[in-house]
C-alpha cells in the first residue's frame, strides 16, 4: 500500500483529457500523439519530398526560480531614477485621492513608492489628497489604507492634504504678492477661447483681463472667495505662469502653464474640516506643496503627469519652497476589463455585479476577495518592471503570474463539483481505514494530513460514463481507473438513473485488484460520516466577452458574459480543508505574513485536476463558499 501511495503522488496531469496517470502512461500517450501529428502533417504535404518530420517531444516542465523582489528597484527606470537624485534618507509618498476603491493599477503605484522608499531604507506617507469634499468618504479611506496594509507596507506617517489648508492658503495669498496669482471671473466657454479654442485652432492664445487686477483688487477677492462672498464658478484664483512672457499672450506650448486654476469655490462641508472653509485649493496647486511640506525627495507618478512638472516645479519654486524631484513612470492597466469608477458604479447600480468587492472587477477589493495572493500581485508587477511606457497587459497574462505563484506556494485538495456516489461493493476491508495525503508533492515542508476511505465515496459527474469509449480512460461501465492514493482501483459494473432527469445517481464498483497501473486516475471523497464538507463553488470567468469592453457595439454593458459566473450549489471539499483553514494564511507573505493574519481569503489551495480556489469573505462554519481564483492552465477544458 505505501508502494502505490508513493506511486501515485508521481502522477502526471494529462491537459489534454485532465486526467492523472503515471509517467509511463503519459509516456506512452504522447508518443501515440506525435506519431499521429506526423502522418497529419505528411499527407498535407504530399506535394514535397521532404518526409514530415514528428513534432518535438515536448520538454519536462521546470519549476521557474522566484524573480529578486528588487529587481525593479535594482535596474531600469527606478534606478536610473535614484542615480540623479542620490540623497538619503529617501522619502516617498502613495497619494490617492480618497473618493473611489482602488484597482489593480493602484497596485503598481502602492509597490512602487513604497517599494522605492523601503529599498533605499527611507520612509513613504500615505497621503490622502482629500481637497474634493463633494465625493470623499470615510469608507474610501478605510479600504485604501486596508489594501496598502494587505500588499505588506506601513506608512510611515499617514497624512491629509486638509492638514494644510491654512498654510496653503497662506502661500496663494503670497503667490498673489508676488503677482502670481489673479481672481478670475470668466466662464468655462471663455477660458477655452483662451487657450485656443476647442481644438486650439481659434486663434492666438491670450490672457484674460482679470489677469491685469492690482495685487490689492486680487487679494480683495480673493478673501471674499474665502468668506463666502462668491457661489461656486463665479470666481476661482488662478496662476499666472507662462515664463515666456509676462504680456496679454501665452506663449508656452505645454497646456499646464496656461494659467491653471489655484483655488475654487465649494459650498460643502469638508470630511474633516467641516465648514471652516469654502474655498479649496485643486491638485495642481496642492500636490507639489505638500510633497515639499514633507519632504519628499522622489515624487514618483504615473505619465499622465509628465506635463505637469513643469508647473510642480514652476510653483515650488516661485513660492521659495523646498524643491522635490518629480519623476513619471508608465501606468499598468488591465485589458478585458473596465476600472472607471463610473462604469464600476454602473455595473454595481445594475446588479450586474454583487458589489465594488465582486470577485470577477479587477478593484484590488475584489481581486483580494477572489482570493489572488499579495505577494502574486507584487511579484507580477517586480516581473513586469517599471519603465515610462503604459503597461496594458491581457487577463490571461496576469492569470499565468498568479497560476505561477500558487503552484509552488499553495497545498492540494481533493474537491468534487458535481459529486455521484459510488458503492464499492467489496471495500469493507478498507471501510474506515486512514490514507495520508500530501499537501504538497513537490514542498515536503507543507506537509500530510489523513482522509478517512469509506465504501461510498464521491466522484465527479465528469468523470463518469454511461457508456465505454476507447478514448475515455475514466470511470465507465466495465472501466477500470485509479482513486488517488487508495491502493486498489476501482471497475463500475453498474449504475442506476433518475427517470425523470435522466440523471445517474448511483454507481456500483468492485475493486480490481488485477490491474497495477490503471491508464488515469481521478479524485474522490469520502462520505459526509468522515469529514467531507459541503460547499457552494463558484466559477468566476472573464466579466465581459471581448477583449475591449469599452468599444463593443452598444457599449460595455451590451459586453457582458452570461458565463461569467458559474455555481456549483452542492461540491464536496475533503476533510484536510479544516487543517488546511486551520493554518491560514498560504503563503506567509506581504500583508498575511503570518499565522491568523489575513482574512477569509487566504485559506488557498489547488483543488487537484480543476483549479485555484480560496473561501469567500461570506462563507460561515455552516456554509462553506468557494471561489476560484484562477484555472490550472489557460483554456481548460476537458471532454
Excluded at 501515485?8 to 504522447?30: H, I, N, P, W, Y
Excluded at 461540491?571 to 493574519?597: H, M, Q, T, Y
Amino acid at each position: 500500500m505505501a508502494d502505490l501511495a508513493e506511486s501515485t503522488a508521481k502522477l502526471q496531469l494529462d491537459e489534454e483529457t485532465g486526467e492523472m496517470v503515471s509517467k509511463a502512461e503519459m509516456k506512452k500517450r504522447l508518443k501515440k500523439r506525435e506519431k499521429a501529428k506526423a502522418k497529419e502533417a505528411a499527407r498535407s504535404e504530399v506535394k514535397t519530398e521532404e518526409k514530415a518530420k514528428p513534432a518535438p517531444k515536448p520538454k519536462a516542465a521546470t519549476e521557474e526560480p522566484a524573480i529578486d523582489p528588487n529587481y525593479m528597484f535594482k535596474t531600469g527606470f527606478l534606478d536610473e531614477v535614484f542615480k540623479i537624485r542620490p540623497m538619503k534618507p529617501v522619502f516617498t509618498r502613495f497619494p490617492p485621492e480618497p473618493n473611489g476603491f482602488l484597482h489593480i493599477g493602484h497596485a503598481k503605484a502602492i509597490a512602487v513608492n513604497f517599494g522605492f522608499a523601503r529599498y533605499h531604507e527611507g520612509q513613504c506617507y500615505l497621503r490622502y489628497d482629500d481637497t474634493n469634499p463633494e465625493a470623499e468618504e470615510q469608507i474610501y479611506f478605510d479600504a485604501i489604507l486596508e489594501m496598502v496594509e494587505w500588499l505588506g507596507f506601513k506608512p510611515y506617517k499617514i497624512t491629509y492634504s486638509s492638514d494644510n489648508f491654512q498654510r496653503l492658503y497662506d502661500l496663494a495669498e503670497k503667490l498673489i504678492t508676488l503677482e502670481k496669482g489673479y481672481v478670475c471671473h470668466c466662464n468655462e466657454a471663455e477660458i477655452k477661447l483662451q487657450r485656443g479654442g476647442e481644438k486650439g485652432t481659434a486663434g492666438p492664445r491670450y490672457r484674460c483681463k482679470h489677469a491685469e487686477q492690482s495685487v490689492e483688487e486680487n487679494l480683495k477677492k480673493f478673501r471674499d472667495m474665502r468668506d463666502g462672498h462668491y457661489k461656486p464658478q463665479e470666481a476661482f484664483l488662478r496662476m499666472k505662469q507662462d515664463v515666456k512672457t509676462m504680456a496679454a499672450a501665452i506663449t508656452d506650448g505645454n497646456p499646464q502653464m496656461w494659467d491653471l486654476a489655484a483655488y475654487r469655490v465649494l459650498n460643502k462641508p469638508h470630511y474633516r474640516t467641516g465648514d471652516t472653509w469654502k474655498i479649496y485649493p485643486t491638485y495642481d496647486f496642492t500636490h507639489c506643496l505638500c510633497d515639499s511640506f514633507e519632504g519628499i525627495t522622489h515624487s514618483l507618478c504615473t505619465t499622465e503627469f509628465v506635463q505637469s512638472r513643469v508647473s510642480y516645479e514652476w510653483l515650488n519654486k516661485t513660492l521659495g519652497v523646498y524643491e522635490p524631484m518629480q519623476r513619471e513612470y508608465g501606468r499598468l492597466s488591465i485589458a478585458g476589463t473596465v476600472l472607471s469608477k463610473r462604469k464600476i458604479l454602473k455595473l454595481v447600480q445594475e446588479k450586474i455585479v454583487q458589489g465594488w468587492n465582486d470577485p470577477r472587477l479587477y478593484t484590488l477589493i475584489g481581486i483580494k476577495r477572489r482570493g489572488v495572493p499579495p505577494g502574486a500581485i507584487l511579484e507580477f508587477i517586480n516581473e513586469l518592471g517599471v519603465t515610462t511606457a503604459n503597461s496594458i497587459i491581457e487577463i490571461k497574462r496576469f492569470d499565468q503570474a498568479i497560476r505561477k505563484y500558487l503552484e509552488r506556494t499553495v497545498p492540494r485538495l481533493m474537491l468534487i463539483l458535481d459529486p455521484i456516489p459510488v458503492v464499492i461493493e467489496d471495500a469493507d476491508e478498507l471501510d474506515g481505514t486512514t490514507i495520508s495525503l500530501p499537501f504538497s508533492p513537490k514542498d515536503p515542508k507543507m506537509g500530510s494530513h489523513d482522509v478517512k476511505f469509506t465504501k461510498t465515496v464521491y466522484i465527479d459527474r465528469s468523470d463518469f460514463r454511461e457508456e465505454a469509449d476507447p478514448s475515455f480512460f475514466r470511470l465507465a461501465p466495465g472501466k477500470t481507473v485509479g482513486l488517488l492514493q487508495v491502493p486498489y482501483p476501482i471497475k463500475a459494473v453498474s449504475f442506476t438513473k433518475d427517470d425523470a432527469t435522466g440523471k445517474v445517481t448511483e454507481i456500483r464498483a468492485v475493486f480490481d485488484k488485477e490491474t497495477k497501473k490503471p491508464k488515469a486516475y481521478i479524485q474522490w471523497v469520502s462520505n459526509e460520516s468522515a469529514g467531507t464538507r459541503k460547499a457552494e463553488v463558484r466559477i468566476y470567468n472573464s466579466l465581459f466577452k471581448s477583449d475591449n469592453p469599452n468599444d463593443a457595439p452598444g457599449g460595455f454593458l451590451s459586453d457582458i458574459n452570461p458565463e461569467s459566473e458559474v455555481i456549483y450549489p452542492n461540491a464536496l471539499i475533503e476533510s484536510g480543508f479544516d487543517e488546511v483553514k486551520r493554518r491560514a494564511p498560504w503563503p506567509e507573505a506581504a500583508g498575511e505574513s503570518e499565522l491568523g493574519k489575513g482574512g477569509p481569503e487566504s485559506v488557498r489551495f489547488q483543488a487537484m485536476r480543476i483549479a485555484y480556489f480560496a473561501l469567500d469573505s461570506d462563507s460561515t462554519d455552516d456554509h462553506i463558499i468557494l471561489n476560484r481564483i484562477v484555472a490550472l492552465k489557460e483554456d481548460v477544458g476537458k471532454n
